[in-house]
């Protein structure tokens, strides 16, 4: 499972890295919803938002960086939060 999401984590980073923020913001969050305890979670919900930001898609940026920060209060998704709260990207 491992490799499957982090295969899904690199292929947004590829998409953001284009410019092509819509796309990477929709497979970060893909991600998350695909496996939302994944090591990944929290910094793919990070990534999403930022990259909603960048799209100009400020409905799906509030909404992302809710699930973002819901996650971290209630435990969900991966377990170093200390390092998801870094502005990862």
């Not at 292929?11 to 998350?32: C, F, G, V």
């Not at 919803?33 to 929290?42: I, N, W």
């Not at 930001?53 to 973002?68: C, L, M, R, V």
Request: glycine share 4%; with cysteine; proline share 1%.
């Amino acid at each position: 499972m491992d490799l499957i999401q982090g295969s899904i984590f690199q292929r947004a980073k590829i998409k953001e890295d284009e410019k092509k923020h819509l796309e990477a913001a929709k497979l970060y969050e893909s991600l998350t919803v695909r496996y939302p305890k994944s090591k990944y979670a929290d910094k793919a919900l990070f990534n999403a938002a930022m990259n909603y930001i960048s799209a100009d898609a400020s409905e799906q940026a509030i909404a992302t960086s809710n699930k973002f920060w819901l996650n971290i209060q209630t435990g969900i998704g991966s377990e170093d939060v200390s390092v998801a709260c870094g502005l990862l990207r």
